[in-house]
């Protein structure tokens, strides 16, 4: 439009959906939608409810200011966003565990400490072990298979060992697949096996 005219609404709800974040002097750009995932969160009440009863101080430039520690604040905000728990291989669980809890965020709470537990449970086994199973399929039965892989079993690789009769005139390429497993002790030893054969 001519220049003066006033902004229409849609630039300043644009404006009011992104939220920057001040943490322990580090700035974290985010949109109320994810800060909000969590309604009983910290960061929901923070930037959702923006009432006194937080009393939420923002710094100069209109960033919320959160005095934690920056380092752990982006596992937390990558949880809220994709609802995945990643965590650089340099960061303590422990430290998300914290800024989790603090942060009010119980889901993530839980999900880092069944991480914590199952590294405790991995560093007391020793070393893990592998179990591998080689499966014969068809070419069409692939996808199903590799889909309705059981939990716990990984795609390993995948060995072509051409067709080995016909249908007519089609022929039907067999496949060898090698999935894995690790074998925890917490299974007292038990393996669900797959059938050798996968169903279709």
């Not at 849609?10 to 002097?25: D, E, I, P």
């Not at 923002?58 to 752990?72: F, N, Q």
């Not at 809890?101 to 889901?107: D, L, T």
Request: charged letters at 25%; a negative charge.
């Amino acid at each position: 439009g001519p220049a003066g005219a006033p902004n229409p609404p849609a630039a300043n709800a644009a404006a009011s959906k992104w939220v920057r974040l001040n943490v322990g002097g580090t700035y974290f750009v985010s949109t109320r939608q994810t800060l909000c995932r969590e309604p009983k969160s910290f960061l929901c009440r923070l930037c959702c409810q923006d009432g006194p009863e937080l009393g939420s101080d923002k710094d100069e430039t209109g960033a919320y200011l959160i005095d934690r520690d920056p380092t752990y604040f982006g596992p937390i905000l990558n949880y809220l966003r994709h609802g995945k728990l990643i965590i650089n291989k340099e960061l303590a669980e422990e430290g998300v565990l914290e800024e989790a809890e603090f942060y009010n965020i119980a889901s993530l709470v839980r999900l880092v400490k069944e991480r914590i537990r199952d590294n405790e449970n991995r560093t007391s086994q020793g070393p893990v072990k592998h179990v591998y199973r080689v499966l014969q399929c068809q070419e069409e039965e692939l996808t199903q298979m590799v889909s309705t892989m059981s939990d716990g079993w990984k795609f390993e690789q995948l060995i072509s060992i051409g067709s080995s009769y016909n249908y007519g005139n089609e022929d039907q390429a067999e496949f060898l697949c090698v999935v894995s497993r690790e074998l925890n002790n917490s299974t007292n030893g038990i393996v669900k096996e797959p059938s050798e054969k996968a169903k279709v």
